[in-house]
């Protein structure tokens, strides 16, 4: 497990990175706080750092035992007054939330578990203001038969490869653009990072290397299909 924490923190270090850039491209002129929904953002493990460049982060999760983690955490940041955590889902986003109240709304490894991904997507774009963002981190099937196939998961894998609920890239970027979102920019998240044995991390500058070199390759399409994740960052087209 150790082992697999820390090839993670390669492909979220990266992850965080490509996002705090985004969010800082998209307020042209002079930097202003910016209101962003975390939906599944648990324990605060994007909202924090968030928080901390002074955005204000509201966290939707179902669950009072990651909002109580939440409330822990953040007091130990001293970031109080700028993180606000609300139990629900995707079905009760527009109503904890409101309609055009975010700039920025950020969707990481929820989608998958999603019974309808399309209605979550609309009510994401409800509660965006006009131009607001939408920061996506969703698994790829392709990606997961192939670890599930390696692992010697053969049954496993078979059933994902059939399994209609798995998305693809292209089904990933069809519902966001079906659901009022213009794609801005999308990456592969962990393509190496996942697969690069722990000892070799632990080599003097190898962490960082790993990172820099996840960064070079997630838009190159071959390793971005092999990614176990895809990054969308898209903007909302609606006028409301």
């Known amino acids: 497990m150790a082992e697999l924490r820390r090839r993670r923190s390669v492909s ?16 042209t002129g002079e930097w202003r ?14 909202a924090i750092p968030l928080a901390a460049r002074g955005h204000r982060v509201t966290v939707v999760d179902p669950s009072p035992d990651a909002l109580a983690s939440l409330e822990r955490r953040t007091a130990e940041a001293e970031l109080s007054g700028r993180i606000t955590g609300r139990q629900g889902d995707a079905a009760d986003l527009v109503r904890l939330i409101g309609e055009h109240q975010a700039d920025v709304l950020i969707c990481h490894r929820v989608l998958d578990v999603i019974e309808t991904p399309a209605d979550a997507l609309q009510a994401m774009a409800t509660a965006l203001r006009p131009g607001g963002v939408l920061s996506l981190l969703a698994a790829q099937r392709h990606a997961s038969v192939l670890s599930q196939a390696l692992a010697g998961h053969i049954a496993l894998a078979r059933r994902s490869y059939a399994d209609p609920t798995r998305l693809d890239y292209d089904q990933v970027i069809d519902a966001v653009q079906h659901a009022g979102f213009t794609v801005r920019a999308s990456h592969g998240i962990g393509a190496i990072a996942d697969l690069v044995p722990e000892r070799l991390i632990e080599e003097p500058g190898a962490y960082d290397e790993l990172v820099a070199l996840e960064a070079e390759i997630s838009q190159d399409p071959a390793f971005r299909a092999l990614a176990p994740q895809v990054h969308v960052f898209a903007q909302s087209t609606r006028s409301h």
């Open 12 to 27: 979220q270090a990266h992850l965080l990175r490509l996002l705090e850039s985004q969010l800082a491209d998209l307020v």
């Open 33 to 46: 706080p910016l209101d962003v929904v975390d939906l599944g953002g648990g324990t605060g493990v994007i």
